[in-house]
């Protein structure tokens, strides 16, 4: 069953000029990551955002597509706020961008490495009464008052301060002593479903702590789909992540973005079955009819996921075609029987993300969510940028 390919908005058309391709000599496969079309987004949803500050996560190497030339892109469209999980990747990214610009961390503070914050101007969003007790520490050191973010608990027990925790907070204050709370926030954890009535319990919790622990600055809940719930969700701050890199943040909203990656492989081989075989591992796929099949060098350990296996489609000059047998490795199998033998002969492209095939749409088919299709996205292709600084 084939599903008609969404309608998308075109990005900008990509000054090939301004495109260097990096990556394995003899790569077959292109990423292609559209510096451009990520700065667009984030104007797309600091417009949606505004007055609130936008802000970007830029967390799991800009979910996969490259920190080191996403975050740059994001601050020449006017980010100045980039969120990492580790300290490893803030002290990473801290050098390539200004130092009026501010990487936070969100995944607190390491033992022992408080000063490594004070030393290289990275910022701790703190996320237990552990945390708060070193940056307090390391502010008496360094004799002046830190910078930090507070993290509470709102409902999805993972990060952040919890319930007990705020109430030792609330009785002693002075414990924050030193630290400069710019921003007290928290994380939403149903928010790309409109239905849920978790989104709004978790924005009267985080408005109720931060009364109870005397907070009069400002407030921060929101990543992309919390953006798409309106201007009661955004507070002063939101933080996307996955929008800017061109995935619907609601699903079953029309997208408010356009994409930002293509992945397109040139064809290995090409074969005619012209009498009943099984074509991969498992045999599970069976040819029943004159069968032409294109071998392509993307597989799972490409991060393309085996569970697309019979499931997933590609696109050859515009016609949808759908994968065949299990993702191998190293390789995945393709139906272009419909597809005229001048368009599918060995080096030609077919692609695999984009004109259409949305990550949105390409995860689904494995099972999975565009977060998890980006973040796995291999190193074996050469990557191109477009557009960006
Ligand atoms: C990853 C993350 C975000 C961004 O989430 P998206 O769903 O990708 O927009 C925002 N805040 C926190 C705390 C996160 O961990």
Not at 381 to 389: E, I, K, P, T, V
């Amino acid at each position: 069953m084939s599903t008609p390919i969404e309608s998308v908005a075109p990005t900008e058309s990509p000054s090939l000029e301004s495109a260097r391709v990096e990556g394995p000599i003899g790569a077959t496969t292109r990423l292609t990551v559209d510096l451009g079309a990520i700065a667009e987004n984030w104007r797309r949803l600091a417009a949606l955002a505004t007055p609130a500050v936008t802000g970007a996560a830029v967390k799991g190497d800009a979910y996969g597509l490259g920190a080191a030339r996403v975050a740059p892109a994001l601050h020449a469209a006017g980010c100045r706020h980039f969120f990492v999980a580790h300290l490893g990747e803030a002290l990473t990214l801290r050098p390539l961008l200004p130092v009026a610009s501010e990487v936070l961390v969100l995944h607190g503070i390491p033992a022992g490495t408080a000063r490594e914050f004070v030393a290289h101007g990275v910022t701790p969003v703190l996320n237990s009464l552990g945390d708060i007790e070193a940056w307090h520490g390391a502010a008496r050191h360094a004799g002046r008052r830190l910078a930090a973010m507070l993290h509470v608990d709102t409902g999805m027990c993972r990060t952040g301060l919890s319930a007990a925790e705020v109430a030792t907070l609330a009785a002693e204050p002075e414990r924050l002593d030193g630290i400069a709370l710019s921003v007290v926030m928290s994380h939403l954890s149903c928010a790309d479903d409109r239905d849920n009535p978790m989104t709004a319990r978790q924005r009267a919790r985080l408005i109720e702590i931060a009364a109870r622990i005397g907070h009069r600055g400002r407030l921060a809940l929101a990543n992309s789909a919390g953006v798409m719930w309106g201007p009661d969700y955004h507070f002063d701050m939101v933080r996307p992540g996955i929008a800017l890199y061109g995935g619907n943040p609601i699903p079953a909203d029309p997208s408010p973005v356009v994409p930002v990656v293509r992945l397109e492989a040139g064809i290995l081989q090409r074969r005619e079955i012209d009498r009943p075989e099984a074509v991969g591992y498992g045999a599970v796929h069976k040819v029943e009819r004159p069968t032409r099949v294109a071998t392509v060098a993307v597989g799972y350990a490409d991060g393309y996921l085996r569970a697309a296996g019979n499931r997933g489609q590609a696109l050859i000059a515009g016609r949808e075609v759908a994968i065949l047998g299990r993702i191998s490795m190293d390789l995945m199998t393709i139906d272009v029987t419909d597809v005229p033998e001048h368009l599918c002969r060995p080096g030609m492209p077919i692609t695999l993300i984009g004109d259409g095939l949305t990550i949105d749409r390409v995860a689904a088919a494995m099972d999975t969510v565009s977060y998890e299709l980006l973040t796995r996205l291999g190193r074996r292709f050469a990557r191109q940028y477009l557009g960006g600084a």
